[in-house]
């Protein structure tokens, strides 16, 4: 891997990278769909955060297509697919303490995703 | 005399940074001059004023704001405020019904053009683990309370998009100019730990 000198910093932290890709892949879900997280225990690096498996929710935003983590992190290709905002109320997240109002947003890729039955 | 010893050794953590610094520089893995040049840019030059200008002018100009809101990456760039980790964002506006807060709960994703680089408290894991199950407490210890007919919307951002809230204009401002206003926004205030206080009558302009 090549080192980063003094002279490319300013470029790197001006420019960043992206890990949004260009390609036509189709989403597998539309806004207001409902899913359901699937429940994986991956021992690799994930962006699929514990609290959110098996959990229920319904999609809010596509973001487009994005670099999978999942594979990405481990040499394992792009995997290029749609990145949700999926919108959780607490309740189902935090069972019937949490206030019935309140809600999460979180961030997921197609293949963290299932329709809800 | 002292009421410490004048050659007490660096912490721990301390140590362990510039071993590690000193090996990957050794093993010519890392340039320390470029490692310096980070560690000026975000002391000196990108922080959370950044996020505050694009507060203040959101709040002083409808178009802009509604730029901002449909999309962040673009809007914020025209303020010149683009890079790393600031490539795909997005701004959540809180309002009367909503009071937006963010976390990283994998580790300490933050939208760095804007804010800087994260505080301690966002990156330590009492903040990540707590305050996606009960951000109403959480909000609490920083001294904020949303009432209780105001949904509490927490963004976890460990995916691709940053997150940046558009904090409320408090009351008292009109008038102020976009300079003004951008001395009242807080960085906590962005992250949505925090909201703005009205300030003192007379304060400015």
New interface residues.
Partial sequence: MP????D???V?????????VAKPVAPRFRVGDRVLVRTLNPEHHT?L?R?ARGKRGTVEHD?GV?VFPDTSAHDEGEKPQH?Y?VRFV?RE??GPS??E?????????DDYLDPAP | MAEHAHTAPPSDPELRIKALESLLAEKKLIDPAAVDAIIETYETKIGPRNGARVVARAWTDPEYKARLLADATKAIAELGFSGAQGEDMVVVENTEEVHNVVVCTLCSCYPWPTLGLPPVWYKAAPYRARVVSDPRGVLLEFGTVVSDDVEVRVWDSNAELRYLVLPRRPEGTDGWSEEQLAALVSRDSMIGTATIPTPAPGAAP
């Fill in positions: 080192v980063i000198t003094k490319l910093v300013s790197l932290i001006n420019t960043g990278g992206s890990t949004r962006r955060p609290y973001h994005f990145v905002t607490a997240l935090w949490a206030p109002r309140d809600t999460l947003r979180l961030d997921l890729w």
